[in-house]
C-alpha cells in the first residue's frame, strides 16, 4: 500500500508554509542528460544515517539468436494440431502455453538464493529461444508462465492488421519476452476478473524478471466506463501494467480505464511513449533506480476512494533504500480535460514525499492540475528540477501548484538541489537549493498559445519567458524535443518557442 502523507490535504497554505526550512543557497549539478549535481560529499549526511550509492543494475544484450522460426496462432482456424505454420496455424497463446509447447529454463533447487542453475523445461517442445509467435485477431485466453528464462527473446507480436485479444499477461520469473501490439482486457473472458492486466514479476522463490518488452500494446478493464459508479469503478477497474522485474521497457502503450496506471518496481527500466488515460489511483509510480520516465501522458483522473491521486508518484519507506538516478522528461499530467468528468478531484502531478530521492532529474514536464503539489520533492539530494512548465487547471480550486524542494518528512534538510527555467505560481527552494531564472505565473499572464485547448507552446509576444532561462543545466531539448535554445538563450518552461 503506498505511504500517507500527513501534510499535504487539509491545510491552509498559510499553516503548510510553517512546515518549510528556508536557507542559503548553495548548489551544483552536471550536465544535461546525467545524473544531477554528484558534489563530493554526496554519499554522505542522507537522512539519520551515511549513504552510499547503489551500483547500477547492467542488463546486457544477448545479442541475435543463432536461429529463429515464426509461428502463426489463430483462434478462429486454428489447430492445436497443426504445425504453426502460417498455412496451417495453432489456435490459441493459451492452449500453446498450456501444452508445454514453448521450450524455456527455470532455475533448479529452489528456492532461488542466486547460485541456482539454470535447467531445461520442455526441451522438445517446438518453440524455442529467438522465436517469434505472430497472433491473429480473436480471443487467445491468458499468458502466464512462471520459471521462464529465454537465452535469447520469445516475441508474441499481432499479426500485422489484426487485433488479438488476451486477457492477462503475467512473466513471472523470467526473462527475455517481448510482447508487442496485443490488446489485453479481461472483458473478452468468460469470467471477468480485475486484476493487473500486465504484470512482470520478480519471485522470492522461483527468482527474479529481467529484460522484458512491452510495446504497442493496448490495456483496458473495460472499454467504456462513462456509466461506472464509484463502486464500479473501486471493484472493476483493473490496474495496467506493475513490473519488479529489471530491465525492463515499457514503451508506447494505450492504458485507458485503468485504477493504477504504470508502477515500475525494479531497476533499470525505461517508460517511455505511454498513454495513462482514465485512471483512478496513480498515473505513474517510479520505485527503483536508474529509471526513466520519458513522453509519457497522464490524463483525467477520477476521484473514487481515500488515495491521494497523483500523475507520478514516488517513496522511499519501510527500509526501503533511497530512489537514485531516476529522469522525468517531456511528460504531459493533465487533471482532467471534460470539466463535465464525473468524480473529478485534486490530482497532484508529480508528488514525492517520502524521500529520499538521490539524483534525480525532472525536466520539461507540463503540470496541468489544480492542487498545491506541481512538482515536489521531500528529502532530495543532488537532484534538478529545470524547464517545467507548471499550470493551474482551475484558479478558484485548490493551489495553484507549485515547484517545490522541501526537507524530508524528519525534518533532514534537502542538500544539493538547483530549481530553474520553471514556470509556476510560486517557487519554493528550501536548505541550500539553487533557484534561480524561474517565472512566477499570475493569472493575468498571456504566455501561452491556448491553455482552454491544453497547448502551453509560447506566443510569439512571450518576452517574459523567452530567451530569459539559464542554459547551465538546461536540457539540449523541450518537450516538443526542438533543439535548445532556438534563438540567443534558452526559454524558461518545456517549450522553446
Not at 61 to 90: C, I, K, Q
Not at 373 to 383: D, R, T, V
Request: net charge negative; hydrophobic share 35%.
Amino acid at each position: 500500500m503506498k505511504p500517507t502523507c500527513s501534510v499535504w490535504t487539509g491545510l491552509s497554505v498559510g499553516s503548510f508554509f510553517l512546515l518549510v526550512i528556508l536557507a542559503v543557497f548553495n548548489c551544483g549539478g552536471s550536465g544535461s542528460g546525467g545524473t544531477a549535481g554528484a558534489s563530493a560529499d554526496s554519499n554522505t549526511d542522507v537522512l539519520a544515517g551515511a549513504y552510499q550509492p547503489t551500483t547500477p543494475v547492467a542488463c546486457g544484450d544477448p545479442g541475435p539468436p543463432p536461429s529463429s522460426r515464426t509461428f502463426y496462432l489463430d483462434p478462429v482456424n486454428g489447430n492445436m494440431s497443426n504445425d504453426g505454420s502460417e498455412a496451417h496455424p495453432w489456435r490459441t497463446l493459451q492452449e500453446l502455453v498450456d501444452g508445454n509447447m514453448i521450450s524455456t529454463r527455470a532455475y533448479a533447487n529452489l528456492p532461488y538464493n542466486g547460485n541456482n542453475a539454470l535447467v531445461e523445461k520442455n526441451a522438445n517442445a517446438p518453440v524455442k529461444a529467438g522465436d517469434t509467435l505472430v497472433l491473429l485477431s480473436g480471443f487467445h485466453g491468458r499468458f502466464y508462465l512462471r520459471g521462464a528464462y529465454n537465452e535469447y527473446p520469445i516475441t508474441i507480436r499481432a499479426a500485422v492488421g489484426h487485433r488479438p485479444l488476451l486477457s492477462r499477461i503475467v512473466v513471472s520469473a523470467g526473462s527475455n519476452w517481448h510482447f508487442e501490439g496485443l490488446v489485453v482486457s479481461p472483458s473478452a473472458a468468460p469470467t471477468y476478473t480485475a486484476d493487473t492486466l500486465v504484470r512482470i514479476e520478480s519471485h522470492g522463490w522461483h527468482g527474479p524478471s529481467s529484460r522484458v518488452v512491452v510495446e504497442n500494446c493496448e490495456l483496458y478493464s473495460v472499454g467504456d466506463v462513462s456509466g461506472w459508479s464509484e463502486t464500479d469503478w473501486n471493484t472493476l477497474a483493473c490496474s495496467a501494467i506493475s513490473v519488479s522485474g529489471d530491465c525492463t521497457t515499457i514503451r508506447d502503450n494505450q492504458c485507458r480505464n485503468v485504477n493504477f496506471g504504470i508502477t515500475i518496481g525494479g531497476n533499470n527500466c525505461r517508460v517511455s511513449g505511454n498513454t495513462v488515460e482514465n485512471f483512478a489511483g496513480d498515473g505513474l509510480r517510479g520505485l527503483g533506480n536508474d529509471l526513466v520516465f520519458e513522453y509519457n501522458v497522464v490524463k483525467n483522473c477520477y476521484k473514487v476512494n481515500g488515495n491521494h491521486d497523483d500523475g507520478f508518484q514516488s517513496w522511499s519507506i519501510n527500509d526501503d533504500p533511497p530512489r537514485e538516478r531516476v529522469v522525468l522528461r517531456g511528460n504531459i499530467f493533465i487533471n482532467y480535460e471534460d470539466p463535465n468528468q464525473p468524480f473529478r478531484g485534486a490530482l497532484q502531478g508529480i508528488g514525492c514525499f517520502d524521500g529520499p530521492y538521490v539524483d534525480w532529474v525532472v525536466e520539461n514536464n507540463l503540470v496541468i492540475t489544480n492542487h498545491w503539489h506541481g512538482i515536489s520533492l521531500y528529502g532530495a539530494l543532488n537532484s534538478r528540477i529545470v524547464n517545467n512548465t507548471v499550470v493551474d487547471r482551475v484558479e478558484d480550486s485548490i493551489g495553484p501548484p507549485w515547484v517545490r524542494v522541501n526537507p524530508h518528512k524528519d525534518g533532514t534538510p534537502s542538500r544539493g538541489c538547483v530549481i530553474r527555467n520553471n514556470i509556476a505560481a510560486s517557487i519554493i527552494a528550501t536548505g541550500d537549493t539553487v533557484e534561480d531564472h524561474n517565472y512566477l505565473l499570475t493569472a493575468s499572464d498571456q504566455l501561452f498559445v491556448d491553455p482552454a485547448a491544453f497547448d502551453y507552446h509560447l506566443r510569439s509576444d512571450a518576452a517574459a519567458v523567452i530567451d530569459q532561462g539559464s542554459s547551465d543545466l538546461a536540457p539540449g531539448e523541450d518537450l516538443d524535443r526542438v533543439l535548445r535554445p532556438n534563438g540567443p538563450s534558452v526559454d524558461i518552461g518545456a517549450y522553446e518557442f
